[in-house]
């Protein structure tokens, strides 16, 4: 079993910053893909960043040149800096890791359990 557990997010005003971390432990023999989506209230889940396990890095369009994805190999950890932030950056936003587990060789995709964000003065 794999879990994947979020911090960092909370209310910050318009032009702030903050930083999400998202931890995963569990059986894990080693990491692949990570990333955060977000979703805000009636809107569906979208992607807002990925990073691959050496490093390369992909962002949507609203976020990008505003938020940083980063990880830490040792620590199984995903961070996202996230600056300028705008009312529209308000969300639940969720990390994701593609796992391959230690046990059982197989590789699934596992998800953290949401951590709020709310951009308002």
């Known amino acids: 079993q794999v879990q994947l557990v979020e911090s960092g997010g909370g209310l910050v005003q318009p032009g702030g910053s903050l930083r999400l971390s998202c931890a995963a432990s569990?059986?894990?023999?080693?990491?692949?893909?990570m990333g955060w989506n977000r979703q805000a209230p009636g809107k569906e889940r979208e992607l807002v960043a990925t990073?691959?396990?050496?490093?390369?890095?992909n962002y949507a369009d609203p976020v990008k040149g505003r938020f940083t994805i980063s990880r830490d190999n040792a620590k199984n950890t995903v961070y996202l800096q996230m600056n300028s932030l705008k009312p529209e950056d308000t969300a639940v936003y969720y990390c994701n890791a593609r796992v391959t587990s230690r046990y059982s060789g197989y590789s699934n995709q596992y998800w953290g359990q949401g951590t709020q964000v709310i951009v308002s003065s």
């Open positions: 569990g059986s894990i023999l080693s990491i692949n893909d």
């Open positions: 990073i691959t396990r050496g490093g390369s890095t």
